[in-house]
């Protein structure tokens, strides 16, 4: 039980599944812990459960909440506000990477122009913050 309370915990909200898969694939063999929700209403579920990652890896365009809601209601909360979030989605609009920013987000990856293993060395210079 004490290995699993050293490990980095990450929160991936996904609502793809292959993409899911893929990163906690990635995540689990790199030691570290993976909470999944598969859209933005169950990652603010799972934060309200006391399920409180080090790095919250966020897709924008999912189902019943996006991720721009989520970042804002993260942001917006006294306990979740100083966790760190990278956004991983396919929107590359200039306009949209900068309210992300805006809104507190710690980096903004587009999935396309990054490996598994890139987005991996991101998530450690996060964690290491």
Not at 4 to 19: I, P, R, Y
Not at 47 to 62: A, F, H, R, Y
């Given at each position: 039980m004490e290995a699993?309370?050293?490990?980095?915990?990450?929160?991936?909200?996904?609502?793809?599944?292959?993409?899911s898969d893929i990163y906690?694939?990635?995540?689990?063999?790199?030691?570290?812990?993976?909470?999944?929700a598969m859209n933005g209403m169950e990652?603010?579920?799972?934060?309200?459960?006391?399920?409180?990652?080090?790095?919250?890896?966020?897709?924008?365009?999912?189902?019943?909440?996006?991720?721009?809601e989520v970042l804002r209601r993260i942001k917006a909360n006294e306990v979740w506000k100083n966790i760190p979030v990278m956004l991983l989605t396919n929107l590359s609009e200039k306009s949209q990477i900068e309210e992300c920013m805006n809104l507190g987000a710690n980096d903004y990856l587009i999935k396309s122009h990054f490996t598994p293993s890139e987005v991996m060395k991101k998530v450690y210079s996060l964690l290491k913050a």
């Open positions: 699993t309370e050293n490990k980095k915990k990450v929160m991936l909200v996904e609502d793809d599944v292959f993409v906690q694939v990635k995540m689990h063999g790199e030691g570290l812990e993976v909470i999944v990652a603010i579920k799972h934060l309200e459960e006391g399920s409180i990652p080090d790095l919250i890896l966020l897709d924008i365009v999912m189902p019943y909440m996006d991720g721009m």
